[in-house]
């Protein structure tokens, strides 16, 4: 990889990014400003790289507008009627029911706010989609809805989004942020809720394990600094909760708005309604995708950006290209092929065109299918850094590298759509079969620092309590249940955590892994007193080192390809192994360990498949095979 | 050869080759190709600036006996709906574009068997005489072909007449892509490579100027690219008569070839072509931007992968119109459009020299 810089400014900020150090808002008037847009989308797409590898999310969605009668008027918005108008219309559950598929994963409702719609018939729509689309994720209400269920039917924030979630809300789109200053807000839609109520609400939603999308509406009358207060608001406020999924920039789509675009705004002092330049649209993206370090997700809506645009958008730091939307609207005569397999081929196609992984997801960014070639698993944890340091190497060798967690790397794989990659050891149990192991592992020698259970209770008194276990692997999980049931002698009810919420209060133990066991095993997990270290445990019972996770490789990988991943592990380890403190560094800063710290964690692993890891995963598997009761 | 090594020789400024460049088009990543074409575009352009030119396209016929499979716009003669236009009526139409603001007039057929030559020649000296604010640049290799074929006159002495009547600059258009294998398939009428190489020749041997281009996304391979920028190099190298290059994609609308290719290519691979184009081509002064076939916005992205000219306004445009693929713009449009790409409009003419710079205004 090459870097060049035209814009020497960019230089301080690129020397931030590789440490990991998070930009100001000087910083990102700088990126706003350049004209080196190729500088400004190699740093983002390198950042977005370090998050999500070649992987580009899209997602078979409906996209519901149940209504557009609204009691707001706000400038910018062409879509609201006021009841009675002659476009004005209403839909009911059943019509609603009728625009859904079996095939759709996430239906996404938005609607205006018309005057007299009873509370029950929200909850209605909601519970009758989630009970006749089991599959499909209700993702409903944007923050300014929610706002008015709170005051129209006289219940707490708390409660309306807990009456949603009972009824089936899983996610809450990101829809009504606008530009989160006073001014913008005064002057467009006085009647929204603003920043601070739409924070409230996300955050509410948070904390009840409810993920959001975010969003920013750009393009028209905000200045730069404005659309940088609002990321950084945002970046706050998921510094908090961590519920925020994505970050949707959405272009301002001029119309018959009533807006028309105003001097001094970012946009440039145009005097009569525009679209937003393919530069500003890319700019924004990018610049998102720096200032944003704790949002895992960008998202290039090509509904609105154009499929072009959207296509180059996925090397400007974009990972996420919204979905199907429910618009089949590519006019093609192809006889029998669905409408929606079109528009998913499409969507494929664009990603593809990017030189990008499509990665087929659910509402919370699980990967469901992998359409590519080549593809090998990454764990996305700071412990697998090692191994997949050498990056240029493995785009020699034209494999491209999906990070994701460890329990869905091996859906993937036994979905066939995996070429190797480092496997949880459960995965690779269960796939012995189609799988051959590589002489690599993470493997532990006396403790781990994040395979940690956080409890309230010591291990006797764990007896019957609710233990909040990751989502994200079995092998932990499995190996806490042998701890429990053949050391400890006790039984507890596990329940699954939902990602990307870590409020825990509710548990009485829960069992974290990867970057956040390591964060909290630092810094503490507010409420629970005791930590315990499962490979500490494990080893002072066992005197065995543990493996968590074995790279294996299919076993029809032709030799050629196996040779060439073998050589890039081994490459990459080699360089590594030397300079661990300063591989891993700019990853350990985002979970807040110091050089030595880093340095200390990674040492404590064996990355190589030796004699006694091999015993130790004899003497896991004769322990699970024992085993009466499984979680 | 490494793919980095290729890179840092491209960097210093030496010449690639066909191998050489067949591995960047097929291994590098988009915005690497961004930052190697714009190191060579600021190298033979420093300036924060583009250029656009006020033209139009109008046709004097659409009656045409090529039969390329890629096109919407030909009739044949007696079918419905064909057209052609008396010197006249061309002349009245360029009075028009040029009370527009118009500076080129882009003027191509079909090719039409029964057009005498003195037709072509009385256009060229009219549009000289009568419409001297426009510059005619006219007839595309095709036609020329065409018109040595109906009158008996080598390509040479057709060249030497339409020089002699006044004709400075000619189009690039009708290069498709140079191989043989593929014109064949779209295009079996048409000539050969040579042939379209062989009229660029003559016509630069004489002095005239003329643009080359490339229609991609439709049979050929990525060897046929690479193929087709070495013998317009190769040809640079002798007279320097191109002006510049213009890549553009395949439109498939109402096209027979619509049945075989049902898509466009994708913005990325027009993005990449672009630039390996500004690489490869390092005997071309400028390399143009296709907003109209790529989009306004993907022709605003393109600025910042290698071109340095935003192409023509386009006051009218008929071929790609009957591809149902309609792009308008205005001179306004363009300078906005330019300057929001973070460049200063200049407005050149047909030979880049430059009419008119619009400075930024104050903005941001």
Redesign the interface.
Known sequence: ????F?DKQLIPIWRKLQHGERLSLEDGLVLF?T?D???L??MA?FVQQQKSGYAVYFVLNQKIEHTNVCVLSCKFCDFAKKKGEPDAYEMTTENILAHITPEIREVHITGGMPPDWKWERYLDIVRKIHEKFPEADVKAYTAVEIDFFHKKFKLSIEEVLKQLQSAGLRTMPGGGAEIFTERVRKLLFPQKIGAKGYLEVHKTAHKLGIPTNCTMLYGHIET?EERLIHMIKLREAQDETGGFLSFIPLAFQPGDTGISVGDGS?S???SHR?FT??????KTIAVSRLMLDNISHIKAYWVML????A??AL??GADDIDGTVGQERIA?DAGAVSPMKLAKDQII??IK???KIPVERDAFYNPLNVYSENVIGKIPYLNSVPFYHNREKSAAGGFKILPVAPRRMGMLSKQGQLDAGLFSLMDYFEQEESLELLPWCIATRDQVKSVMLFSKEGWAGLNGKKIGITDETATSVQLLSVLLENKYRVQVIPERLHPGVNDYSMFDAVLLIGDEALKHNKIGLNGFELVFDLAKEWYDWQKLPFVFAVWACRKALSGERREELKEMISTSLEKSEVNLGIIGYSHGKKIGLTKNETKEYLEGFNYRLGEQERKAMMQFRKLLEQKEIKI | MKL?DI?EEVKIGKRINREEGLSLLQKV????F???A??IR?RKNPK?QVTFVVDTNPNYTNICNIDCIFCAFYRHPGEAGEYTYSVDEMIRNFKTAAANGVTTVLLQGGVNPALPFDYYLELVKRTIEEVPEVHPHFFSTSEIIGMSQASEFTIQEVLRKLWDAGLRTIPGGGAEILSDRVKKKISHLKGTSDDWLNVMLEAHKIGYKTTATMMYGHLETDEDIIEHLEVIRQLQDEYHGFTAFIPWSFKPGNTPLHKII??YA????Y?QILALSRIYLDNFDHIQASWFS?????G??AL??GADDFGGTLYEENVHAEADFVNKTTVAEVI??I????FTPVQRDTLYNTLKIFEK????
């Open positions: 990889m090459t870097f060049s035209r400003k004209n847009i190729i500088a989308g190699k797409n730069l970012a440039g002092g145009k525009q330049s393919a530069i500003d649209d890319l154009t499929e072009e645009v296509s180059v090397n400007f093609h196609k664009i065109d990017a030189g | 980095l890179i990543e988009l915005l690497d961004g930052e190697l714009n190191e600021y924060q049902p898509t994708s913005s990325t691979r993005l790529e989009g306004k916005k993907i605003q992205v910042h992968f906005q459009l300057q929001d790409s973070g205004a104050e903005a941001m």
